[in-house]
T-cell receptor
Framework: GAVVSQHPSWVICKSGTSVKIECRSL??????MFWYRQFPKQSLMLMAT?????????EQGVEKDKFLINHASLTLSTLTVTSAHPEDSSFYIC???????????????FGAGSRLTVL | DAKTTQPTSMDCAEGRAANLPCNHS???????VYWYRQIHSQGPQYIIH???NNETNEMASLIITEDRKSSTLILPHATLRDTAVYYC????????????FGPGTRLSVLP
């Protein structure tokens, strides 16, 4: 089946630094990827929709200059948390859809997530 | 906002069937019902989806009422590894559509 890989699975950084999280679709191409954020004991919240070759679409309340998204190829999207602060500590999850494997379904495949801790 | 309502939590004995209900009374004609689960500190995992007919796969069965206003996910023989948060999601079958996650149901399978 479709596999989405995220890296790193966890990262600890100092306040004020930037952190990049990669999301790769393995063995399939994804023109669209979604980035979610999940705080402890809460549900997933969509942050942005990443579109290959164009600008990402951000959800209301998500700062596009703080959460930079780049979708430069059909298999890779990156999320960069710039000038990270402790309140950015969260579980970041990406997802993508394999339209070839499941052409008639809206099935999203999720990565394993990346846990960011900002000290 | 999520279009579904689910119980906050449920318990199930190991080896017994787990029946997880979901209410989606405002579902539209072109919207599907999807079920995902999230084991602690992992990404959500697809389980099953359906439009109006009951569906079954190797993981679970999905029973959708005739009026489509509610559904039940059935794990026929729950194991300890099925302990997770289960999300019922309603969404159009549109490739660009993202999923809106509600709080889900926290299922605890007890030995």
């Amino acid at each position: 089946g479709a596999v989405v890989s995220q890296h790193p699975s966890w990262v600890i950084c100092k306040s004020g630094t930037s952190v990049k999280i990669e999301c790769r679709s393995l063995d399939f191409q994804a023109t669209t990827m979604f980035w979610y954020r999940q705080f402890p004991k809460q549900s997933l919240m969509l942050m942005a929709t990443s579109n290959e070759g164009s600008k990402a679409t951000y959800e209301q309340g998500v700062e596009k200059d703080k959460f930079l998204i780049n979708h430069a190829s059909l298999t890779l999207s990156t999320l960069t948390v710039t000038s990270a602060h402790p309140e950015d500590s969260s579980f970041y999850i990406c997802s993508a859809r394999d339209l070839v494997l499941q052409p008639g379904a809206n099935v999203l495949t999720f990565g394993a997530g990346s846990r960011l801790t900002v000290l | 906002d999520a279009k579904t309502t689910q119980p906050t939590s449920m318990d199930c004995a190991e080896g017994r069937a787990a029946n997880l209900p979901c209410n989606h009374s405002t579902i539209s004609g072109n919207e599907y019902v999807y079920w995902y689960r999230q084991i602690h500190s992992q990404g959500p995992q697809y389980i099953i989806h359906g439009l109006k007919n009951n569906e079954t796969n190797e993981m679970a069965s999905l029973i959708i009422t005739e009026d489509r206003k509610s559904s039940t996910l059935i794990l026929p023989h729950a194991t300890l590894r099925d302990t997770a948060v289960y999300y019922c999601i309603v969404t159009p079958d549109n490739y660009g559509q993202n999923f809106v996650f509600g709080p889900g149901t926290r299922l605890s399978v007890l030995p």
